[in-house]
């Protein structure tokens, strides 16, 4: 049976930093009860040759470009802290528990839509406190950290400076820029960087862990550019492969200035929809929870404040699937503009004879025409030209105006 960091893709490194502070960890607690019936004292003895508190620390920020695993190595290490073994085994009840997602003690936070508000932060922060139910480590794994708003950090940050004894905070984020996590936030985290994994490291794990056929683990792992997630994704799902083929077929349809508007188009409409299928499901459940919560209509006594409160709630979940639907609708974009750049990154790379495998291997014959017409200097201004929407999306420029500008970009050169 593999241990919790075995699906932690190419990140040797961490895994041996992280190994290290659960076995630190698991220190401190044995520290503070030295036999099984403890005085109850949190008193720090330790033990002969094992400093209980080195390698160990109550915030932590995993960085790392998306799909390198940030949220599996935070929570592989919370499975760690919550083992009963202090090492990650993988069998006992903390690990699995922490592994599916049921463990008392472990909170995890994904936002779904732009942004961590300040009353979800509060909320969590207040829970955090309260003393472990398994006897081990409260822990709070916050996904895109990045996404928190200023006064949700400052909620955060208070936490962070004057944590509970048994509280641990797993960040992860993209990166430590302050425009990703705040300066006074990191500077109160231990930072565990992880790496793009190699295509050859993605592809050894989606043979072992999900049984793909090891030509289509290669090929779906040098596409997906290092996400694992993705990787998994275009190897299982054909829509997926649909959709990244729509994408790649761009640059040939690039024509004139109608048909890079009408791709611009596409482009967004595909995102459109692939966003609104991906949120379909997950709106109508919550919607018909919320109408069983409030009850079918009422008459009588109370029942006019009751419908009042009720508009409220309604207006409050329509604001959240709103946000998330932006959110997922910029996420589906970014993948077809990360394919769209893995194209022009070929293109570039051929036209300099550079010894790198392609990105994409299916559409290399188009990449080497396109890297004879443009020479290197005309793929860089194509590849920049990409990296320049993704920006400006992630600055808040309309998506169609940012992929319309693109488009003539990649038409004209
Ligand atoms: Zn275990």
Excluded at 38 to 44: K, L, M
Excluded at 72 to 90: D, E, P, S
Excluded at 128 to 135: D, H, Q
Excluded at 315 to 324: F, G, I, T, Y
Aim: charged content about 25%; proline content about 5%.
């Amino acid at each position: 049976m593999p241990d919790v960091f075995a699906d932690l893709v190419g990140q040797d490194e961490a895994v041996a930093t992280l190994r290290h502070a659960a076995a630190a960890a698991a220190a401190v607690l044995r520290a503070a009860h030295p036999v099984a019936v403890g005085s109850g004292q949190a008193e720090v003895e330790g033990e002969p040759g094992v400093d209980p508190g080195a390698g160990m620390t109550h915030a932590w920020i995993f960085t790392g470009p998306p799909g390198s695993g940030r949220s599996v190595a935070a929570r592989a290490f919370a499975a760690a802290l919550q083992c009963a073994y202090g090492t990650g085994c993988g069998e006992c009840p903390g690990c699995h528990t922490t592994m599916t997602g049921t463990h008392a003690d472990v909170r995890l936070v994904v936002p779904e839509g732009l942004s961590i508000g300040v009353g979800e932060m509060r909320a969590l922060v207040l829970r955090a406190a309260s003393t472990p139910s398994g006897g081990r480590w409260q822990i709070v794994i916050i996904e895109d950290a990045d996404r928190l708003t200023e006064a949700a950090g400052n909620a955060l940050l208070k936490a962070i400076e004057e944590p509970p004894p048994r509280t641990v905070f797993l960040l992860c984020a993209p990166s430590t820029h302050p425009d990703d996590v705040s300066v006074t936030i990191r500077s109160r985290c231990r930072v565990v960087p992880l790496r793009q994994p190699s295509a050859a490291a993605v592809a050894e794990v989606l043979v072992r862990r999900d049984g793909i056929a090891p030509d289509v683990a290669q090929w779906a792992a040098a596409a997906a550019q290092g996400h694992v997630g993705r990787a998994r994704r275009l190897a299982r799902d054909p829509e997926a492969r649909q959709r990244r083929d729509a994408v790649l077929a761009v640059p040939r349809r690039l024509t004139g200035v109608g048909a890079a508007l009408d791709a611009a188009s596409a482009l967004i409409e595909a995102a459109e929809a692939e966003a609104e299928a991906s949120v379909a499901e997950a709106d109508a459940a919550e919607r018909a929870a919320l109408q069983t919560a409030l009850g079918a209509g009422g008459t009588g006594r109370g029942a006019a404040g009751a419908m009042r409160g009720a508009a409220g709630q309604l207006k409050d979940l329509e604001k959240r699937q709103k946000s998330r639907a932006t959110r997922a609708q910029r996420d589906a974009l970014d993948r077809a503009l990360v394919d769209l750049a893995g194209f022009y990154r070929d293109a570039l790379t051929m036209a300099l004879r550079a010894p790198v495998a392609p990105v994409h291997t299916d559409t290399a014959a188009m990449a080497e025409a396109g890297a004879q017409k443009w020479d290197a200097e005309g793929a860089l201004r194509r590849l920049e030209a990409v990296l320049e929407c993704r920006a400006a999306i992630e600055a808040n420029v309309k998506p169609r105006i940012a992929v319309e500008a693109m488009m003539l970009t990649l038409w004209k050169g």
